[in-house]
């Protein structure tokens, strides 16, 4: 579609801090994460000082292990790969959970015939999917990544049920009376409405999706991160096991505070009055 | 002025509507409700509250298929039908000129709508989301988007319910000026008498719940001789036709 004025675009309001006092207002939080990660790093490093260990290095050692790492590439390789499957899974079950979602939400009676297996799938236990999919699929992506979504399907469709029971009919009528085309009501009348719904969603999927995703490269990939952490318990290897752990929990961090945030207040700037 | 629209009229003929309740209650909402509007006439519906003047809407904007009974849309020209619904229903994460122009077909996508919104007095309000505007103003632009679709025939409900009298008299101003623009078939909804006789050519009288038609009350006078004066007189011989209503 390429009619003018219909697009996304940026607010019109200027978001800014106006004042220092507003600049530093917006510091205070981000200083204090950083003072409360610096705190928790010093903790560690007078722990592991006062029971050296093997099994319990300091924060000095495992940084060097994730310097080495990254500099002969296999930190990357293996983030990247992992990166990855937990792209491909989110995708995947975010799409079939949402589409499953809305269709339970909007006809009834297929939604208390098919309650009773979404409460099923729900209570499966993620490993047991996961060793059946390798089972039955083969020790292929494939597998390993409709094994991770169909571990996250079941909390999506929940979710997204309830975003559709709480739709607002007249928004869908004045589709119908205009005549929206199917792909405009699903843009405009549809996903708005489900926004918040999504965001539930997806906030906490992907939390639990990278988490399962590590297990399913142990159980049956030859690279990722879950991969070689598997490896190094094999090796003993505490720093390596801290260092990948704590790369990959960056990443994660990184993608909340850069991705997921920013179009979650792009997809609700409508909400913004001016003052 | 050419009345533009359908060639073939409005044909309104309902044989029964009925309403069952999830207790099994059911409540006869339209029975033998049967009218016509003209090419290019502005005609009102007009009854009491809960007679089920929405449902007759809801039924000829297509909404409610549950009913017994046909009734025919102009045909001819444009296709489209508008409606002005009770309450705005503009998305609200869209602005006021995207909320039109989603309803636009696509041949109309890009067409100028500076004349439209001028007209209306949203000239400046184009980029504002609904949130950020007054209930008239909303209803304004729930105006607009009815007519920038050059329907062939334009349905609307109560559009000036819950206004305070000086806003809704303006708007009702703004309507006819917007319609004399490019008459429409249109059929308007509600229990004013007033706003009946100042917009309508003719007005169809319904009877209490199940709604059927009571009568017809055509005002053949020009709008613009309309005046204070005239209008008494009109409510004057209107009461005089429908002893009862309103
Ligand atoms: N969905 C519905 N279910 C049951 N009864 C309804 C429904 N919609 C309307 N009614 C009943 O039908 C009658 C007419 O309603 P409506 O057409 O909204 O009246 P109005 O003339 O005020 O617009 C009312 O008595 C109302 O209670
Ligand atoms: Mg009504």
Known sequence: ?275 | MQPVGGVVPLRVDIAEKTFRSAQGVSIKALQDLSFEVRQGEFACLLGPSGCGKTTTLRILLGLDKDFSGSFQLPEGGSDRIAAVFQEPVLLPWRTVEQNVRLALPKSLRTKKLDGLFDTLGLAGMRSLYPAELSLGLARRAALARAFATEPAVLFLDEPFASLDERTAERLRHLLLTVWSARPTTALMVTHNLREALMLSDRIIVLAQRPAHVLGMFDVKLPRHYRNPQVMSDLLRSFQQKFPGVA
Request: hydrophobic share 55%.
């Open chain 1, 1 to 275: 579609m390429s009619a003018p004025d219909i697009g996304d675009r940026p607010p019109g309001a200027a978001v800014g801090m106006s004042s220092q006092s507003g600049l530093a207002a917006a510091l205070t939080p981000v200083l204090t994460v950083a003072a409360s990660l610096f705190g928790l790093g010093l903790l560690w490093g007078l722990a592991a000082n006062a029971w050296p260990s093997r099994a319990f290095p300091g924060p000095g050692l495992v940084w060097q292990v994730l310097l080495a790492e990254a500099a002969n590439g296999d930190l990357f390789y293996h983030l990247g790969a992992t990166l990855g499957r937990v792209a491909a899974a989110y995708v995947v079950a975010m799409v079939a959970g949402s589409v499953i979602g809305v269709l339970l939400g909007s006809h009834r009676r297929a939604d208390r015939f098919f309650s009773p297996w979404v409460v099923l799938f729900l209570n499966i236990p993620a490993l047991v999917v996961i060793v059946l999919a390798y089972i039955w699929f083969g020790l292929n992506e494939a597998a390993a990544i409709g094994a991770v979504a169909v571990n996250k399907i079941p909390n999506v469709v929940v979710t997204m049920r309830e975003g559709a029971r709480a739709l607002d009919p007249s928004y869908a009528e004045m589709a119908a009376v205009y005549r929206f085309g199917l792909l405009d009501r699903i843009r405009h009348v549809l996903l708005p409405q489900l926004q918040p719904y999504l965001a539930a969603a997806s906030r906490s999927g992907i939390a639990l999706i990278w988490k399962i995703v590590l297990v399913v490269e142990l159980l049956g990939r030859s690279n990722g991160v879950g991969f070689q952490i598997y490896l190094y318990f094999q090796l003993f290897d505490v720093a390596a096991i801290l260092a990948y752990t704590l790369a990959f929990v960056a990443v994660m961090l990184v993608i909340e505070l850069f991705l997921v945030q920013p179009v979650e207040r792009h997809a609700t700037r409508w909400r913004r009055r001016p003052a």
